[in-house]
């Protein structure tokens, strides 16, 4: 398949042309319009300094419905100590810039560069992005962030300072949007700390027909804000 150029037009070429590796374009900005539409086609941003903006859409797409979360013995043990506190949208700068720190090899893809932190602030700041954050004595020790359209929740990354605060942050969210009946967490690419916790591989062509339908949904609004009780029970 091409590798196609954006221009100044705000849109994408259609998910399927992408290649085998789920490259389908690069170039143009990383205004809120075109990221909001990027993730209604099924298209995400992801690359690294000193790269142009590269946008993707994988085949097959992991995807974690929320009432498939997976928790282990050892994290419900973590969990029923309430070893942490939870949030949700209290720290997103915080939360971003804690993604962006160096990880894991595992997640090394998910860095992110000093722009992409920018679009997402302003997103977050326009409604669309939100994160989950877990404290330990007052500080900030795990968390994650992504984009709510409609019935989705487009998981963007997570961090972890302390054994099993991702999980739980992860755990929280998923409860969270089963309670309101999202339609599924993207999960974009696959790991197997993902696997393990209940994501799943669906192909594009059926993530493409979920999306499709579920950011139509207009049922879930007021889901979100700092003010808005979390529970992992």
Known sequence: MPLFRLSER??????WLARSDGLLCFGGDL????ILLAYEKGIFPWFSENEPILWWSPDP????FPENIKVSRSLKKTIKKNTFNL???????????SCAKPRRKEYAGTWLVEEMIEAYIQLHNLGYAHSIETWKDG???GGLYGICLGGIFFGESMFSFEDDASKTALTALARHLEQHRFDLIDCQVTTNHLL???ATEISRNTYLDIIQRSIKRTDLRNVWGPGIPLGVS
Do not use: K, N, Y
Request: glycine share 4%; charged share 25%; proline share 6%.
């Open 10 to 15: 705000l849109d994408f070429p259609p998910a």
């Open 31 to 34: 205004s809120a319009q075109r």
């Open 61 to 64: 797409r992991l995807v974690l």
């Open 87 to 97: 949030t949700m949208d209290h720290a997103f700068e915080e939360t971003i810039l």
């Open 139 to 141: 500080r900030l020790v």
């Open 196 to 198: 393990s916790m209940g």
